[in-house]
């Protein structure tokens, strides 16, 4: 024990070197393991390196020896320390022990896992010279490239398919490659940098046939371009002189069968002509825009201008679209045209001249004169002239539009389209002459028959209001007063009737005046005949309204002299001498009676004769009528003359008085 305790410190120290040199052995492991396992990507003598580095340091990995030594000489050399100081060492030994048992499986995942990446590094060490020679035919395949004609684009097809070979032969061992990848790509412990490998030489060698490829279809694209181009923009021209040929003979056809026709195989060629000159041009355009690809400026600028002298004169193809537009815009226009001149001269020779006899035939003379009939056909037939004439002016108009100018040359069918307008003009021309001379004739009998018409309108209203007067009859009065106004409405009855006998005899003058008015000499005989009924009963009403008149006058004055006699008598003194007889009394009253039965007479007379008749008296009762008034007048003129055989007793009545 004294050895130890002697040469503690110098112990202590070989002990504490020998835990350090454990420590820093493990942190140079854990190192060399991180830079082994590490996420960049060596080369295959770079990783060699450091694993050597690591391999060397897993040597003697289990440092049993080392582990020993240190746990029997910490136990003697802490043997005598104090607890605290024991206790610490012990934690310090045991860390150091956990460490390296800790580090020990890692150590030998990783021995595993440089195995597998030191044959991953030599994977991609061999994947350098793939990647070279796929570039290399890839910069092959997309360098730039200048074809002045369709020799170069040959050759350089030649030369390409030497590259295109040689990829192919080459197809083998890529794939190869590809596959020793993906096997080692199976392994767990294989690192991720490996399938990034494997997926750059996928994508460039795709890449690299794809660009092959493309420049192989470019050149043979461009190769059948150069076919296409010459044979396409040469066709094209000949198409194009062609349609312009086609376009200097679109002429206007004036005959109306041949016309059509000619414009119907006119439009198939022009659809047929337009299909294969733009096929053509645009198989030419694509060609050209091909060939641009390879092609120098200066060819491009040549090409350029080839193509778009085609494209200038493609306007051709819209010239004879709008000029057979225009063509069947003038069929259709010239169609027209003909249907017009053909209305017109049907309707002149047809419609226009039924009317125009009409108009001419003389009138039935039975039948109502009727001028302003006859004068409204011939304005109709002139408004029809007119609404012609306008069509015909129309027509005239667009002859301009259709026929050649004067001076111009004038096919023969044109000419008979002209000679036809120009008979038209002609025979509407004199169908207007005829029609005014037709008007002319009657106007005067417009003018007649209107004077006529305005006093029969007037006229004739009143003549049936007159009628329906003598149909109601007269109301017998029953007063003085109101057979006074009676009488004058009855007065004023007879002047209208002799007012509208004024207006029917300047009715009957304006009618003579007229061409023909047998018609209305006829009408207003009638009307003369019923009016001479009106005046008559009119004048019978006035004689029989006037008697009675004059007979109530009578009546009044009888009794008004009565009357005065009897206040007379009764104003006197009872003892006067001028006191009314009896005699003088009864011989007024007598008289008095003989007028108030007169006058009753008279009123039954109107009952009679004058109202509640459904019609107006006919000339035979006014002629009785009047041989009864005449017999009556004689009677009592007799009676006036020989009063003593006038009766005695008067018939019984209402006391006149009283009345």
Not at 13 to 29: A, C, G, Q, S
Not at 88 to 114: C, G, M, W, Y
Not at 490 to 505: F, I
Request: aromatic share 8%; charged share 35%.
């Amino acid at each position: 024990m004294s050895f130890w305790s002697e040469n503690y410190s110098f112990i202590k120290d070989v002990y504490d070197t020998r835990v350090t040199k454990m420590t820093e052995w493990m942190d140079h492991i854990e190192r060399a393991i991180g830079k082994v396992m590490a996420t960049k990507v060596y080369t295959s003598a770079e990783f060699k390196r450091e694993r050597d580095n690591f391999l060397s340091l897993c040597k003697n990995l289990e440092r049993a020896e080392t582990k020993k030594w240190l746990s029997e000489v910490m136990e003697v050399l802490f043997r005598d320390r104090n607890n605290e100081e024991k206790k610490d060492e012990n934690k310090r030994f045991e860390a150091l022990i956990e460490r390296h048992l800790a580090l020990v499986p890692k150590v030998n995942e990783t021995q595993v896992k440089s195995e597998v990446f030191w044959k991953c590094y030599e994977y991609g060490d061999d994947l350098v010279q793939i990647f070279e020679f796929i570039d290399d035919q890839r910069t092959k395949s997309v360098r730039e490239i200048v074809i002045q004609d369709p020799e170069a684009t040959e050759e350089i097809v030649d030369k390409h398919a030497s590259i295109v070979r040689i990829m192919e032969n080459k197809r083998r061992t890529v794939e190869e490659f590809i596959a020793k990848g993906e096997k080692l790509m199976e392994d767990p412990k294989s690192p991720k940098f490996l399938e990034n490998h494997v997926n750059k030489l996928k994508e460039a060698w795709d890449s690299a046939n794809k660009c092959a490829m493309e420049r192989k279809n470019a050149l043979n694209e461009n190769l059948e371009a150069w076919r296409i181009y010459d044979e396409k923009r040469v066709d094209c021209g000949k198409n194009l002189d062609m349609a312009d040929a086609e376009l200097k003979g679109i002429k206007k056809n004036y005959n109306m069968e041949r016309g059509p026709l000619e414009l119907t195989d006119k439009l198939k060629i022009a659809a047929t002509l337009r299909f294969e000159i733009e096929e053509l041009f645009n198989q030419t355009e694509a060609s050209f825009k091909t060939l641009c690809i390879f092609a120098p400026e200066e060819k491009k600028k040549e090409m350029e201008g080839q193509v778009e002298a085609l494209r200038v004169r493609l306007v051709v193809l819209n010239n004879i679209d709008e000029s057979l537009a225009d063509l069947y815009k003038f069929n259709n226009e010239l169609i027209a045209f003909d249907k017009t001149i053909t209305e017109l001269d049907t309707w002149i020779a047809g419609k226009a001249q039924e009317k125009l006899g009409i108009i001419r035939k003389p009138e039935d003379e039975t039948a109502p004169s009727d001028p302003e009939e006859r004068v409204t056909r011939t304005m109709e037939l002139m408004e029809d002239l007119l609404k012609r004439t306008t069509v015909c002016s129309k027509a005239e108009e667009k002859k301009i539009e259709l026929f050649p100018s004067k001076g111009e040359k004038i096919s023969k069918d044109a000419r008979e389209f002209l000679d036809r307008l120009k008979s038209t003009r002609e025979n509407l021309t004199k169908l207007d002459n005829e029609v005014q001379a037709e008007c002319i004739k009657f106007s005067g009998d417009v003018k007649f028959f209107a004077e006529y018409q305005t006093r029969i309108r007037h006229f004739y209203p009143w003549l049936c209001q007159a009628e329906a007067s003598l149909e109601s009859g007269i109301i017998p009065p029953t007063s003085l007063v109101e057979a006074c106004n009676k009488l004058g409405e009855c007065k004023t009855y007879l002047d209208e009737c002799d007012k509208a006998h004024e207006l029917l005899e300047e009715a009957g003058v304006s009618a003579k005046r007229m061409t023909f008015h047998k018609n209305a000499d006829v009408t207003l005989q009638g009307y003369r005949v019923r009016l001479d009924v009106v005046r008559r009963v009119a004048q019978e009403w006035v004689r029989r309204m006037k008697d009675l008149v004059e007979c109530w006058d009578r009546l009044e004055g009888r009794v008004g002299e009565l009357s005065s006699w009897v206040q007379a008598a009764d104003s006197k003194e009872p003892d006067g001498k001028d006191e009314l007889s009896i005699e003088k009394l009864e011989g007024q009253l007598d008289a008095l009676k003989q007028s108030f039965k007169e006058k009753e007479d008279k009123v039954g007379e109107i009952l009679a004769a004058c109202t509640g008749k459904s019609m107006y008296p006919t000339e035979e009762e006014l002629q009785a009528n009047a041989e009864e008034n005449a017999k009556e007048e004689k009677i009592e003129e007799s009676a006036e003359s020989n009063p003593s055989e006038a009766p005695t007793e008067a018939p019984p009545a209402e006391n006149p008085v009283n009345a």
